[in-house]
């Protein structure tokens, strides 16, 4: 059996059972630096049992879309944060938790100027630019033993291009 996903838009509001979507949307929180700068605060829930929030640089190859989802992981001590280093759309899909396995997935695709961020013990996939190579800061859990946990699908999910 062949399941087929179709990726949306990424929004707050339909992201929101599995994270935070990273943007500078409306008016800034407040200005700082003499008036020159807005700053949006506080934008993602990080989210650790142990160890500190770390910022690693992932550097990804481009996907094409149709494309085969094989593979969804999560991280049970921490949440992950992708912020894109370059204004280039990517590929993110969630997946409900579903006493302990991935439920039905969900495929969104971002917009310039979005990132993520999965909150701890979300199924989602990799990183997926979907042009050119895609640069990435990525927030996460920095600490002692294993935060990773895969999820390998029998059947085939294909995400179509939208």
Same mark, same amino acid.
Request: with cysteine; hydrophobic share 40%; net charge negative.
């Given at each position: 059996?062949?399941?087929?996903?179709?990726?949306?838009?990424?929004?707050?509001? #339909?992201?929101?059972?599995?994270?935070? =979507? /990273?943007?500078?949307?409306?008016?800034?929180?407040?200005?700082? +630096?003499?008036?020159? @700068?807005?700053?949006?605060?506080? *934008?993602?829930? /990080? !989210?650790?049992?142990?160890? @500190?929030?770390?910022?690693?640089?992932?550097?990804? %190859?481009?996907?094409?879309?149709?494309? =085969?989802?094989?593979?969804?992981?999560?991280? $049970?001590?921490?949440?992950? #944060?992708? =912020?894109?280093?370059?204004? %280039?759309?990517?590929?993110?899909?969630?997946?409900? !938790?579903?006493?302990?396995?991935?439920?039905? $997935?969900?495929?969104?695709?971002?917009?310039?100027?979005?990132?993520?961020?999965?909150? *701890? +013990?979300?199924?989602?996939?990799? @990183? #997926?630019?979907?042009? !050119?190579?895609? *640069?990435?800061?990525?927030?996460?859990?920095?600490?002692?033993?294993?935060?990773?946990?895969?999820?390998?699908?029998? %059947?085939?999910?294909?995400? %179509?291009?939208?």
């Amino acid at each position: 059996m062949t399941l087929s996903i179709t990726p949306q838009p990424l929004t707050a509001e #339909a992201f929101a059972p599995f994270g935070d =979507v /990273l943007e500078a949307a409306g008016a800034p929180d407040k200005m700082i +630096n003499q008036g020159l @700068c807005g700053r949006f605060h506080d *934008r993602a829930n /990080l !989210d650790f049992s142990d160890g @500190c929030a770390g910022i690693s640089i992932f550097d990804a %190859e481009a996907r094409t879309l149709p494309m =085969v989802l094989d593979m969804v992981e999560r991280h $049970p001590d921490g949440s992950q #944060a992708f =912020v894109p280093m370059s204004s %280039e759309p990517f590929l993110v899909v969630v997946a409900p !938790d579903e006493e302990g396995r991935p439920g039905t $997935p969900v495929a969104f695709i971002t917009q310039p100027g979005q990132g993520v961020n999965y909150h *701890r +013990n979300i199924w989602h996939g990799v @990183c #997926a630019p979907l042009s !050119d190579q895609g *640069r990435f800061a990525v927030i996460d859990r920095i600490g002692a033993g294993p935060n990773l946990q895969e999820h390998w699908f029998k %059947e085939d999910i294909i995400i %179509e291009r939208p």
